[in-house]
């Protein structure tokens, strides 16, 4: 495993603080750091603790927060550049590809380094399983002459507030642990601007604000849906055939590696693959049926992909057959989203947006 020429400095609690705001604030508890935060984050939080607490005020309540030192600005010498988060899915191998193949124009980022996190999207005990995808991940950004780093958090083991709510800050916290070699961090968009949805873990309103005195977060690719994400992915041939969006496949031991094409994220995927008229990736079985989706269960939280592509398939003319599949679990996917909304007003289901 590689590892960093130059680390945080030992007192620099700023990455901590990022990674425990939000949970504190959903369990109303201040927060008194021993340890240097600079005043910018200090400031930027403030917008951020506000921003979320507008969003859902009974949620998240208006906590205090505060430090024992400030950090100092410091100039490093060889400090440049970004390192970007990396999973294999379509937004961050997008982020990847546009900054390294120059088509992000006058915004490209000079990429150094990019992280794949032990803890997120793979449980801790899973350690064969992460070894895996991240020599796979490895591989993969290789081809770009680019270095993968593993990073091991147990943060979703300590908090345990809804992963929708706060995943943003927890990437932007591992990001903030190479600011002693890069200048920025780059977290790839969920969704683009035509199709945003507040309040959301990752956006372009509170990403931002989690930048520091010594380094700036970027909330990256906002101006691109998935279908033009993925056909510009095309042109990679390592990427577009080593996406990786399946996390259903890996928990459940259905695959050991790529992905499953029977659950949500991948028929989701695979649809707007299908509806871009591209070949299928090699890290997918094939192409998903009505019946494939017809078998989904209906889930509030994809609530909103299944009305994006819905649109999609109707704008594109899609055969009858998918567009009624799609149509049935976009409806029973809304109707459950409008239940569990109505099970947090009622205090009965803890809120997850």
């Not at 510009?232 to 996390?247: M, T």
């Not at 992909?305 to 057959?321: D, G, P, V």
Request: net charge neutral.
């Amino acid at each position: 495993m590689p590892s960093l020429a130059i680390l945080p400095e030992e007192d620099d609690s700023e990455p901590f603080l990022i990674m425990a705001l939000l949970p504190a604030m959903a369990e109303g508890r201040n927060i008194q750091i021993e340890g240097a935060v600079s005043k910018k984050l200090l400031s930027n939080l403030s917008e951020f603790r506000d921003i979320w607490h507008s969003w859902n005020p009974g949620y998240f309540k208006k906590i205090e927060f505060a430090s024992s030192q400030i950090l100092a600005h410091s100039n490093i010498a060889g400090r440049e550049g970004a390192v970007a988060a990396f999973s294999g899915g379509v937004d961050s191998t997008f982020t990847v590809w546009r900054h390294k193949s120059s088509t992000a124009g006058q915004g490209a980022q000079l990429i150094r380094y990019c992280i794949f996190v032990h803890g997120f999207d793979i449980p801790l005990w899973k350690e064969e399983e992460f070894r895996r995808i991240f020599s796979h991940c490895e591989q993969t950004l290789q081809t770009l002459d680019l270095v993968l780093f593993p990073v091991r958090t147990n943060c979703r083991t300590v908090f345990t507030q809804n992963w929708e709510i706060w995943h943003g800050a927890a990437v932007a916290a591992c990001l903030q642990l190479f600011k002693g070699e890069c200048e920025v961090g780059l977290i790839a968009s969920t969704f683009d601007s035509r199709q945003l949805t507040f309040p959301w873990g990752s956006n372009p309103l509170t990403d931002p604000l989690l930048a520091t005195d010594s380094f700036d977060i970027i909330h990256d690719g906002i101006a691109f849906p998935r279908s033009k994400k993925i056909a510009a992915v095309k042109e990679w041939q390592a990427g577009y055939n080593g996406l990786r969006v399946c996390f259903y496949g890996i928990e459940k031991g259905i695959i050991k590696d790529g992905n499953c094409g029977k659950c949500p994220r991948c028929v989701i995927t695979l649809l707007r693959i299908q509806f871009a008229g591209l070949p299928i990736p090699e890290s997918f079985p094939g192409p998903p049926s009505a019946k494939d989706i017809l078998r989904l269960r209906p889930s509030g939280f994809y609530a909103h992909f299944w009305r994006i592509l819905l649109r999609e398939a109707l704008i594109k003319h899609q055969r009858f057959s998918l567009v009624l599949a799609i149509a049935w679990i976009s409806f029973s996917s809304c109707l459950a989203s409008i239940l569990k909304r109505m099970l947090q007003a009622a205090g009965i289901w803890e809120p997850s947006f």
